[in-house]
């Protein structure tokens, strides 16, 4: 077995964690070593929180690596061990005594370049005060046109992260969607969307009243600048990432565990 290792030194900064994970592989014969995209593992390990996850889950997706978390963020939403764990987990591995969990990716397209996004893909307004103008078309059917702040267009996974935060809807990791997300528009009508994961979903920057344009953002990575006029294309990808899970522990009691105990303080 070959493990492949991705430390966020932001996060594991004495790399403490990194050393027992690697202690913990070397004492039961398995193979580990730094992550690298070009190389194959039968599993990558990220140690960090949910942004850590972000910044593989591409790579691991196209070459159907499954995926292990080791929290050390504030929420480890798609995390699934804590530090104190890593032992049992590896051991779990070695074991083959875990479930897959499969989550959807999206494609971005701007200017023919294509991006993947596990969480979301949001075009927003480039520095100011000022809005933009959004037109939003869906298998080239017009959805809205609106001033806002920004638009995003999310997975399942997405759906607890940028978007929940401007009021779109929390959605299963099995619904075969893309949420549409509009940030603070400026209209009393237009409200979050859902359409289907293949659908052809096109977002056009009418206009920037600031003199940046806006930007476009993959995974809270900015990825390009666009001037009005330009076009973001948005659909599903055909690969998945894939997230290893210890026990049969469900999304939604993730969620009330992680995501609202968190915020309310507990």
Known sequence: ??????SNPQ????????KLLLAACAARGIEAEQFSPQNYYDFA???????TILRVARECAATGVPILGINLGTVGFLTEVEPSEIERAVDKLAARDYILERRALIDAT?????FHALNDVVVMRSGGGRMIGMEVRVADELIDRFSCDGYIACTP???TAYSLSAGGSVIGPNTPVIALTPVNPHTLRTRPIVVGSFENI???LKNAETDGGAAVYVDGERVETIAP???VTVTGWDKSAMFVRFGKKSFYSRLLGKLNSWSAGD
């Open 1 to 6: 077995m070959k493990i492949g290792v991705y």
């Open 11 to 18: 996060k594991d900064r004495d790399g403490e964690v990194r």
């Open 45 to 51: 390990v990220s140690i960090g929180g949910d942004g």
């Open 110 to 114: 701007v200017r023919e370049k294509h």
């Open 157 to 159: 996974t997405g759906s």
């Open 202 to 204: 096109t977002l056009t």
């Open 229 to 231: 006029g330009s076009t």
